[in-house]
């Protein structure tokens, strides 16, 4: 019998330590391979031992749960992900993976905002309090720049460059990319900074905090829900205000390419899904201005 760690740990120590992933991407591996390592259990056989046929009833029984499709397919890319990790290390001879299943992807538009429903959450904050000149400055870089939560919550002062509107940030994997804010994010981060209880004594503070802590993921998606409440704009999440950021750059005649590389999408494909949206608004505008349309 094998003696040691547990292999689930062996290979999330692996995606730490050597592929560099954030601790929020681990913890998803993890959560999946906790799945796994049940109904292995539950099937009273080693994980490294399970084969094909076990490895689709386990999808099926994912299925059967009625976890949603994406859940699933991200699921299913963790197992292969796995067992291919313990065909690298000579853990297992030959990977149980090759013909596992999943359900096809759905096809869906991601929610954005209009350019006046923007103009509305932007005016949300109370300008009069701390909280809200902070949170303005949050909503007008989340917007300026398209960064996701992960990414604002872990800012700190020496990742703005307000003299050349520029942002610093460390995507998924950590990887590091700069992308360029408007100078309506600037003033608002400026008077932020200017406001702050906290003196900037170091470029490596923090830059968004919350009674002297650094803001939370589970704050800031509170916060934008409430400032889109505030406004009636409802279902309004960090995402949100992502998704509208690439959608108005393309309405506006921006690159593909570029807003990938703004976005920090390393398959261009994942960038794709917006030219759908660019195409529904050209149609709009199409039907709404020419006139042989109808």
């Known amino acids: 019998m094998r003696k040691g760690p547990p292999l689930t740990t062996l290979f999330l120590r692996y995606l730490t330590v050597e592929k560099g992933l954030t601790t929020n991407t681990t913890t998803n591996y993890a959560n999946d391979l906790a799945r796994l ?92 309090t701390s909280e809200g000149i902070r949170d303005r400055a949050i909503l007008e870089l989340m917007y300026g720049a398209g960064l996701r939560v992960s990414e604002v919550v872990v800012l700190r002062h020496q990742d703005i460059d307000l003299r050349n509107g520029l942002v610093t940030c460390f995507g998924k994997g950590r990887k590091e ?67 509208t950021f690439a959608t108005h750059l393309l309405h506006h005649g921006a690159e593909l390419k570029h807003v990938q590389a703004l976005l920090g999408h390393a398959d261009i494909s994942t960038t794709a899904i917006y030219t759908h949206l660019n195409e529904t608004h050209l149609r709009r505008s199409y039907n709404r201005h020419h006139p042989r349309a109808s």
């Open 177 to 243: 990319r700069i992308v360029p804010f408007g100078r309506s994010a600037a003033i608002a981060i400026e008077h932020y900074v200017e406001t702050k209880s906290i003196p900037f004594t170091t470029s490596n503070s923090h830059l968004f905090l919350n009674q002297q802590k650094p803001l939370t993921r589970q704050l800031l998606w509170t916060l934008i829900s409430r400032y889109g409440a505030a406004a009636a704009i409802y279902h309004v999440s960090p995402h949100t205000l992502r998704h």
């Open 37 to 128: 390592t049940n109904f292995a259990y539950q099937s009273q056989i080693p994980i490294e031992h399970l084969q094909p046929h076990d490895l689709r009833q386990f999808i099926a029984q994912l299925t059967q749960a009625r976890l949603s499709t994406s859940t699933i397919r991200r699921i299913a890319s963790t197992i292969r992900s796995f067992y291919a990790f313990l065909t690298l290390d000579h853990y297992i001879d030959t990977t149980p993976t090759d013909d596992l299943n999943t359900p096809p992807p759905r096809s869906y538009l991601p929610h954005y905002l209009t350019e006046a429903e923007v103009q509305l959450l932007l005016a949300a904050p109370e300008l009069n």
